[in-house]
T-cell receptor, first 111, second 115 residues
Framework: SQKIEQNSEALNIQEGKTATLTCNYTNYSPAYLQWYRQDPGRGPVFLLLIRENEKEKRKERLKVTFDTTLKQSLFHITASQPADSATYLCAPYNQGGKLIFGQGTELSVKP | GAGVSQTPSNKVTEKGKYVELRCDPISGHTALYWYRQSLGQGPEFLIYFQGTGAADDSGLPNDRFFAVRPEGSVSTLKIQRTERGDSAVYLC?????????????FGEGSRLTVL
């Protein structure tokens, strides 16, 4: 069956460092993959989309990579700030229209 | 305009009761999604509408769950004979329906507690 795995343990880093979050998927061939941010008590908010023919995508301090051979996406936040503390969700998109989410990784950036 | 609106924001009910959760998507968005999220988990797909029709309802856990979108805009998720295990945050999202961007816009969710 299709499976999405994100770092289950919370990631704690120091302000100014780069945070790297991992998303692995199996039994999938996604045409694209999305990353979302979710704050406690709020709905997820879209951050970035990367397509299968793109190796890397950047937006301000965010960078996403997509390796279709390894079936993995990495999500980087450079020069992290306490305001980046949240849960980050990956969502590979398969044909058919529905978006399936991973369980999310909680990031905590300490000042 | 306004974002995705979900009502009620909180609903407490007793086991065995019937519940309706409403979602008002962004105007003009043809695709609408329902997800369920438990504490510490990612959103779990329930059902996806393209216009008025359910394009994929494979995530509905059983026949107690039903969703409608009669005019292609507002959607209602209906849960019959609620059970304690139905307690969760129910999220609604909408999108333009094109697969070029695929970005989903989420509401703040309806928190359902079944006592």
């Amino acid at each position: 069956s299709q499976k999405i795995e994100q770092n289950s343990e919370a990631l704690n880093i120091q302000e100014g460092k780069t945070a790297t979050l991992t998303c692995n998927y199996t039994n999938y061939s996604p045409a694209y993959l999305q990353w979302y941010r979710q704050d406690p008590g709020r709905g997820p908010v879209f951050l970035l989309l990367i397509r299968e023919n793109e190796k890397e995508k950047r937006k301000e301090r965010l960078k996403v990579t997509f390796d279709t051979t390894l079936k993995q996406s990495l999500f980087h936040i450079t020069a992290s700030q306490p305001a980046d503390s949240a849960t980050y969700l990956c969502a590979p998109y398969n044909q058919g229209g529905k978006l399936i989410f991973g369980q999310g990784t909680e990031l905590s950036v300490k000042p | 305009g306004a974002g995705v609106s979900q009502t009620p924001s909180n609903k407490v009910t007793e086991k065995g009761k019937y519940v309706e959760l409403r979602c008002d998507p962004i105007s003009g968005h043809t695709a609408l999604y329902w997800y369920r999220q438990s504490l510490g988990q990612g959103p779990e797909f329930l059902i996806y509408f393209q216009g008025t029709g359910a394009a994929d309802d494979s995530g509905l856990p059983n026949d107690r769950f039903f969703a409608v979108r009669p005019e292609g805009s507002v959607s209602t998720l209906k849960i019959q004979r609620t059970e304690r295990g139905d307690s969760a945050v129910y999220l609604c999202a909408s999108s333009t329906g094109t697969h070029l961007t695929g970005e989903l816009f989420f509401g703040e969710g309806s928190r359902l507690t079944v006592l």
